[in-house]
């Protein structure tokens, strides 16, 4: 026979009527009828969808105490089918609730899977080592478990979700990375698009929690991995492969350095032209903006890396009025949400030239702004720009403040004379208007803290660009130890690592598509 479904439509409807008839009991013991093995799985389909339902639903399972009952099966000698169907049930909990997501983790429900996966793999490398290939997913799909590997994937990936106190639960989600991670070298579309979720949820979940990332292995093949499937053309697959690559540039340096070991730089400039979806282009800088938080010799990566910087400089403008670079701009009229799109790109493209100019060396920002001598002017025209919105108002003082800062310690090692001409930043920033941009500013929004601080700041770097007496340090704290003038280099610590938390991806519980991909069961 071919099993059939609830339908999209009327799943609740049918759903309700079913619970009506105060069945859960009795579905709990023949779950547990580890005699009748078919009747389990058949036990282990109703419980699922049941729980695939709406959240009054899916609570009377959780109510009726399955949890602790799909537990003992997960952890039963069942066989694999089961037990993946098992974990399917366990999932569509898991998307019902940041709540139920960290009572399933404290109840040990995801390593559990973790287990399960982990055991079935652990068979196929054996099997595949007998037969001498690398082609884990041939003998996968040869031993019919491609549908268990999948659905115990996703359960993994769906219940990284998270909750609201997940940072306390850190050692739990170590080995769902190492699994994951595993899974993503996988020959399979699917398979690595749930791991990617998982492992990008992981990232976000646990950033800033030293001791995860302290625990934290990035095993050798991860990143060369993750930027080969970036350079896939498949959407659904590139969107959870960059959001992981993300947030893992978003952690300490010796990830960073480990992503680089991936040489992902050339793949992301691909996601920069204009002609590419606005949410890729803006992920792709936010990637690119991370790396240059790192250190020096990551920020010279990203300076030496051919055409980063050139696209940098294109998305550092004004998208209201620069309607030619827009992918929509000849097919149709632009709307206001892709405009705020645009302008969220114009924002990660200033980041990178704060992070290149708080953390780069002084030689790598000169010849940065030598090579792109617009940079300032584009700057300028954004922040004068009467209709720019606060953010990106706020990340352009950041990035003026660090280049007025920066460049002027040429003069801290090269004392001037007084014939010499001031830093020639500060001139053409006076020359475009900055300071009077500035001091209306001041007037513009006398309660916006944030923005007074960095006009504060811009007016303090620019009085010490324009000082009369030149400076003489030449090692940090020499000046002082000579009775010498110094000047302080004003920098606005823009070198923040960002993580992307989307919840885009949804709260998914596969009741219709992914059924009928995958559990379709035949029998007599």
Not at 443 to 449: A, L
Not at 475 to 480: F, I, K, M, T
Request: with cysteine; aromatic share 6%.
């Amino acid at each position: 026979m071919i099993r059939r479904y609830l339908s999209q439509d009327n799943n609740e409807s049918r759903i309700t009527d079913i619970l009506s008839l105060n069945i859960l009991e009795r579905v709990k013991t023949l779950l547990e009828a580890s005699s009748a093995p078919q009747l389990q799985y058949e036990s282990a389909w109703v419980i699922t969808n049941i729980a695939a339902g709406n959240s009054t639903q899916t609570m009377a399972v959780v109510e009726a105490d399955y949890i602790k009952v799909l537990m003992d099966c997960l952890c039963s000698d069942g066989n694999i089918d089961f037990k993946a169907q098992i974990s399917w049930a366990l999932s569509n909990i898991a998307g019902e609730s940041a709540p139920l997501r960290e009572r399933l983790l404290h109840q040990n429900a995801m390593n559990a899977v973790i287990q399960v996966l982990k055991s079935l793999y652990e068979q196929i490398l054996q099997v595949s080592s007998s037969e001498y290939t690398t082609d884990h997913m041939k003998v996968i799909r040869e031993k019919g478990a491609h549908a268990d590997v999948r659905v115990l994937t996703w359960t993994i990936s769906n219940m990284c979700r998270g909750g609201f106190k997940t940072k306390e639960l850190w050692q739990l989600y170590i080995p769902a990375f190492e699994i994951l991670s595993e899974m993503t070298l996988l020959d399979d579309p699917e398979i690595c698009t749930d791991a990617c979720w998982g492992l990008s949820r992981i990232l976000s979940n646990m950033h800033k929690v030293d001791p995860f990332l302290r625990a934290l292995h990035i095993h050798d093949g991860l990143c060369p991995r993750l930027v080969k499937l970036l350079d896939s053309d498949n959407v659904l697959l590139q969107t959870p492969v960059l959001r992981t690559v993300i947030n893992i540039a978003s952690g300490p340096n010796e990830h960073i350095s480990c992503l680089l070991k991936g040489q992902p730089l050339e793949v992301l400039l691909q996601y920069l032209s204009p002609s590419v979806l606005s949410h890729f282009r803006r992920d792709a800088l936010l990637t690119i903006a991370n790396i240059a938080a790192g250190s020096e010799n990551h920020v010279r990566q990203v300076l030496e890396t051919p055409g980063i910087m050139e696209m940098v400089e294109t998305y550092t403008r004004i998208p209201d009025t620069d309607t030619d670079i827009l992918p929509y701009a000849s097919k149709q009229k632009s709307t206001h949400q892709d405009i705020e799109e645009e302008w969220k790109i114009t924002q990660e493209a200033v980041w990178i030239i704060c992070n290149v100019t708080s953390l780069g060396s002084i030689e790598s920002i000169c010849n940065m702004l030598d090579a792109h001598p617009q940079i300032p002017k584009r700057l300028s025209r954004i922040l004068l720009y009467q209709s720019t919105p606060m953010p990106a108002i706020l990340k352009v003082l950041d990035a003026m403040i660090n280049i007025l800062s920066r460049t002027s310690e040429l003069f801290n090692v090269n004392p001037p004379l007084s014939s010499q001409p001031k830093n020639p930043y500060y001139d053409e920033f006076v020359q475009l208007g900055i300071m009077r941009r500035i001091q209306s500013m001041k007037n513009e929004y006398p309660g916006v803290n944030s923005l007074q601080e960095r006009l504060d700041l811009y007016t303090t770097a620019a009085n010490n660009c324009n000082a009369q007496q030149p400076t003489y340090t030449l090692v940090a704290g020499s000046a002082e130890a000579f009775g010498l003038p110094t000047r302080k280099v004003l920098t606005t610590g823009a070198n923040v690592r960002r993580v992307v938390r989307g919840t885009e991806d949804g709260d998914v519980r596969w009741v219709e598509d992914a059924v009928g991909k995958l559990c379709i069961l035949e029998g007599s």
